[in-house]
């Protein structure tokens, strides 16, 4: 008999979520029914994207329920299978996170192959966050030689791939984040050319003008807000913004301010598209490649 | 001799534009000298994008010079030529607005050949507000078969133009404009589906739910502001917003809000595309063939 603890949603957080949002539950799986396997978890993923699916509101993924276990990433290890197709010891991709141990049709998980990488890789830069940088940056961005790319959240699960696959094209890249540690590894470990730490800039706009005085070809949104507005104006003619997140908005309680400079997308033609990584799923097989 | 009155920028605008901002001027033309053509305009255009000339701010057009006279497009007839390619009636095109006569260069002015339409459509439905309008809607917005269009300052030069070609192609089509008389036009004139009349509506963003309850597919971007958050609010996933001007900010002294909702752009996977109409003129012989 395998006990489990569950992560579960006990109220819809209002801004920051806090502790007493969730509660943590332990139960008992039964041994997994015809067709089923029982999987235990050995790594999770937490992504800002599901700060969203705690309002109650409709998007492009549906809301978390509430008394019920979050969903979400998670790479774990067959313990028990009454389903052909797996054995014990598999190791497998699911959405069952936020829970030790689960039993689920085994069409529900996906066996993984590492291909050599560590399986928590595929929660992160092999997975979904790096697959939509790869997304965003060569396809809603367009990258072509010679732009100069702009990256904020750019320490981030999404952000540090769209650097380092930048980086590895010879781009100029500037990222952007907050505090020291930070800009510690986009410096050392992703190699931007500029990183800013927005949280010691009295003033972004004119940090980024500083960083890329020739402007900016590429923006990969992660945050909105200041950053939206700093990339706006220091966008060169045609710039291509691949809007990826908002995450400054996600816990706001009042509508937050847009860009104020937004006429600027006008007069210097700039492309700026929202996207989301399972649209582009066909992109896979290539990212996989790369 | 020919003497011709010109409207001079004597002062850059605070805001809206006065009269005391501008100056007539009486002068006198030589004889055309050689290569040139003396011209006495018979219509010109006053278009929102001058607006932004007036400023004293780096743009895609160059700002107007204070004591000198203002251009813009125009339509004249030639009155005197030393040019052996034009003749003394020759109907002719120019960016010499803004004044009575002219003298010019010969390769500054050209001929206009009206295919039976009346001179002055050149500067409006027939030139660039209509080429705008076709450029917009079919290369920026990609419009396609069974999209709902929203289209702000729906009774303007362009706004009108982007209506007509949506319903000529069995699109709804929804308008905006401020007044009793404008709506009457969109509906009457343009027979578009919805007109709303935004001065008399307390609420954009819902009179846009209410129009378009299905959401919309395509927004043709004139105002900005207000309109600019009612339509990403009623997006449909994969909308295409062609992003042509945003007047509501022109006149503006301090920076406007910008759109609280544009995170709605992420989820809804949107497309938002500035651009200037002289980046288009490829488009200019399937455009009059049409």
């Known amino acids: 008999m395998t006990t489990s603890r569950e992560v579960r949603l006990k ?42 699916r705690m309002n109650d509101v409709k998007s492009y993924s549906p809301p978390f329920a509430l008394g019920e276990v979050m969903q979400g990433g998670a790479v774990g290890e067959v313990i028990a299978s009454n389903d052909a197709g797996f054995q014990v010891g598999d190791l497998v991709q699911s959405n ?3 829970r030790e141990a689960y039993n689920a049709q085994a069409s ?6 590492t291909f050599g990488l560590p399986p928590q890789a595929f929660l992160g830069v092999a997975g979904m966050p790096g697959m939509t940088a790869y997304a965003g940056l060569l396809r809603i961005a367009a990258l072509k ?43 050392e470990e992703l190699g931007v050319d500029v990183a800013i730490d927005y ?11 500083e ?30 913004f691949a809007l990826c997140g908002m995450i400054s908005m996600y816990n706001a309680t009042t509508p937050p301010p ?9 007069g210097k033609q700039l492309r700026m598209e929202g996207f989301i990584v399972s649209s582009h799923y066909d992109m896979l097989p290539s990212f996989h490649k790369d």
Chains 1, 2 share one sequence.
């Open 108 to 113: 529900m998980v996906q066996k993984l192959d």
């Open 258 to 266: 847009g860009p104020r400079n937004i006429a600027q997308a006008v």
């Open 145 to 187: 030689e010679g732009d100069v790319v702009f990256v904020s959240a750019a320490s981030g699960a999404v952000g540090s791939v769209v650097c380092q696959i930048a980086k590895i094209k010879g781009h100029k890249v500037i990222g952007s984040a907050g505090g020291p540690e930070k800009v510690k590894f986009l410096k």
């Open 11 to 52: 109220s819809r957080p209002v801004g920051l979520p806090v502790a007493d949002n969730f509660e943590v539950a332990t139960v008992t799986l039964p041994d997994p029914g015809p067709g089923e396997v029982q999987v235990r978890n050995t790594w999770m993923t937490v992504d800002p994207y599901m700060r969203g």
């Open 199 to 209: 949280k010691a800039t009295p003033d972004l706009m004119k940090a980024l003008e």
């Open 211 to 240: 960083a890329a005085p020739e402007g900016i070809d590429v923006y990969f949104e992660n945050v909105g807000g200041e950053h939206l507005e700093a990339a706006l104006n220091s966008a060169r003619p045609f710039g291509r």
């Open 96 to 98: 069952y996170g936020w």
